[in-house]
């Protein structure tokens, strides 16, 4: 999703340069750093150090090495990535729709919609920021909703304060329709729904769960397709939890083929495992925040998924 613009990004400040006191002889770089730039945080250096931001008498750091006094620091200051967060990049986007108040955009599996720990560069907003420069002026640059990273489809963003507002309105009222298509390990006997509360995992905090503490959340499904030892779900969001759909139907004891965090990667006599979790956004539909108009979209299958429903027969 990148390109060449976005290798040239420089986010650095300025180079600053220090000679070791001979107080300090005998330490460790990592910690010498600290006393001997105050105006930074020790989290801060870490990272520069870590990062290769530092050099020592103009050669590579490291961050155990013992110095002895007199040595010349040079640290290339680099801005918080929180800070550069928000900067427009030039990315392809896939725009299935624009008007003046909306964009509907078709996201491919991969690309993280907000920039967030780990993933501060090359997100959704950073290329919608290059895209339409006046989403500036909007909270999160016009996001609405999201996908997970490896979930591919349909993302309405808008483009003004007041489209942001009406589409927040209808997504809370629960008059947005999400559809999409998910293909999950065994054979689904039956349309059904599941209603659970979905929220943190108090085991692993990088994992959602069915806990009671949790935010309410319903799931339709309808099957479409079975095959031998896999189904291919049509899944109706009631709520919009986050890894809602993942959550419900590992629950239901048929978790997403490709899911490596809730137990869709393992299986047998199947073919290879889509590489991500097999979730596509494939319908969105809700009211133009302008005119009033229904507005539907259907976002066609991404050759990942389209491949491997041709494996499985």
Not at 259 to 287: K, M, N, T
Request: proline residues 6%; positive net charge.
């Amino acid at each position: 999703m990148s390109d060449s613009a976005n290798e040239a990004l420089d986010y650095t400040l300025a180079n600053v340069r220090r000679r070791v006191p001979e107080i300090l002889a005998g330490s460790r770089l990592d910690r010498a750093l600290a006393q001997m730039f105050p105006e930074h945080s020790r989290n801060r250096l870490q990272r520069w150090l870590r990062e290769g931001w530092v050099r020592l008498n103009s050669r590579a750091a490291k961050p155990k090495q013992k110095i002895w006094g007199g040595e010349c620091v040079e640290i290339r200051l680099q801005a918080d990535p929180a800070e550069t967060a928000h900067r427009a990049e030039r990315m392809a986007l896939d725009v299935i729709h624009e008007d003046e108040a909306i964009l509907v955009i078709n996201k491919p599996a991969g690309l993280v919609v907000h920039p967030g720990s780990g993933n501060w560069r090359g997100t959704l907003l950073n290329a919608l920021l290059h895209h339409c420069a006046k989403l500036s002026e909007v909270p999160r640059a016009g996001i609405v909703h999201r996908l997970d990273k490896d979930t591919s489809g349909l993302l309405v963003v808008a483009k003004t304060p007041q489209a942001q507002t009406d589409l927040v309105r209808q997504l809370q009222a629960r008059t947005v329709k999400r559809e999409y298509l998910a293909v999950v390990r065994g054979r689904v006997p039956s349309d059904g729904e599941v209603s659970a509360p979905v929220g943190r995992d108090p085991r692993n905090r990088v994992r959602m769960a069915v806990v009671k503490t949790g935010r309410p959340a319903l799931t339709r499904y309808k099957v479409s397709k079975r095959f031998a030892h896999a189904t291919l779900l049509e899944c109706r969001l009631a709520t919009g939890r986050t890894h809602q759909i993942r959550v419900h139907l590992q629950t239901l004891g048929h978790p997403l083929l490709g899911d490596p965090v809730y137990g869709g990667r393992s299986f047998r006599s199947l073919p290879p495992p889509i590489g991500r979790q097999a979730l596509h956004a494939a319908r969105l539909e809700f009211v133009h925040p302008v005119s009033g108009a229904r507005m539907r979209f259907v976002a066609p299958l991404p050759k990942d998924f389209a491949a491997l429903l041709d494996a499985l027969g």
